[in-house]
């Protein structure tokens, strides 16, 4: 049973627009949330992070939103570039265990 | 080191064979993990430590696999008698974790391919 869930396998946006990549989850005892990017044959890259205690974070042109009654959270890239192109998968972990739980990612292209 | 050194980079074995993978931590990090990642997509966590301790072991396959983080050593993962199922990229990644909730930083993986 997925945990962490990404609907959408692929997302394209023209270079210059808003990218927003989404992620759901089941497990209500997750408490912090992460993003990772990964290009291939490379381990994934941490973007950024949100707490349960929070609703937004913001660095850059990235921001995660976090909807916790609807155990939703998503990636907003403002503005995308080409070189956003990659997979990002989110991921959630809980106090006590620290494993990270992933989705199965979502492959992102950004056309210049 | 300020990143996570993983060797092989590729690790070849016949069904049946030892396979043996090594993971450096960031200086620095009390936390190592490691994780399977199968079919391009699927990331599975397999075991972590806390410096040289099991601090979360829930995901390791008990037969085959095994693992340790010595001290003033490399952390290893090893795999005994290789399955065709075992084919997939280990990756490795560590964290601080002391100043509270942390990012864990990846090596680049290597990848096991059983033939």
């Known amino acids: 049973d997925q945990q962490v869930k990404q609907n959408s396998p692929s997302l394209s946006v023209q270079e210059g627009r808003i990218s927003i990549l989404n992620c759901d989850y089941t497990?209500?005892?997750?408490?912090?949330f992460l993003w990772y990017k990964k290009y291939p044959a490379e381990g994934p890259t941490f973007l950024i992070s949100?707490?349960?205690?929070?609703d937004k974070n913001e660095d850059g042109r990235f921001t995660v939103f976090l909807n916790k009654s609807a155990k939703h959270l998503s990636l907003h890239i403002v503005p995308s570039q080409p070189g956003d192109s990659a997979v990002y998968f989110c991921?959630?972990?809980?106090?006590?265990?620290?494993?990270?739980?992933f989705g199965k990612g979502t492959k992102l292209t950004v056309n210049p | 080191g300020e990143e996570v050194a993983q060797t092989p980079k590729h690790l070849v074995r016949g069904e049946g064979q030892k396979a043996k993978l090594y993971c450096a931590p960031i200086?620095?990090?009390?936390?190592v993990f490691w994780y399977q990642q199968v079919l391009k997509n699927e990331f599975k966590f397999l075991i972590s430590?806390?410096?040289?301790?099991?601090?979360?072991e829930t995901g390791m396959p008990k037969e085959r696999f095994s693992a340790k983080c010595l001290p003033n050593s490399p952390c290893s993962l090893e795999i005994q008698a290789t399955k065709l199922e075992d084919s997939a990229v280990y990756f490795c990644?560590?964290?601080?974790?002391?100043?509270?909730?942390?990012?864990?930083?990846f090596g680049p993986g290597t990848r096991l391919t059983v033939l």
């Open positions: 990644a560590s964290s601080h974790r002391d100043r509270g909730r942390d990012e864990q930083f």
């Open positions: 497990n209500s005892m997750f408490d912090y």
């Open positions: 949100i707490s349960s205690i929070k």
């Open positions: 991921a959630a972990t809980q106090g006590g265990s620290e494993k990270l739980v």
């Open positions: 200086k620095g990090h009390s936390y």
């Open positions: 430590f806390q410096n040289e301790n099991v601090f979360d």
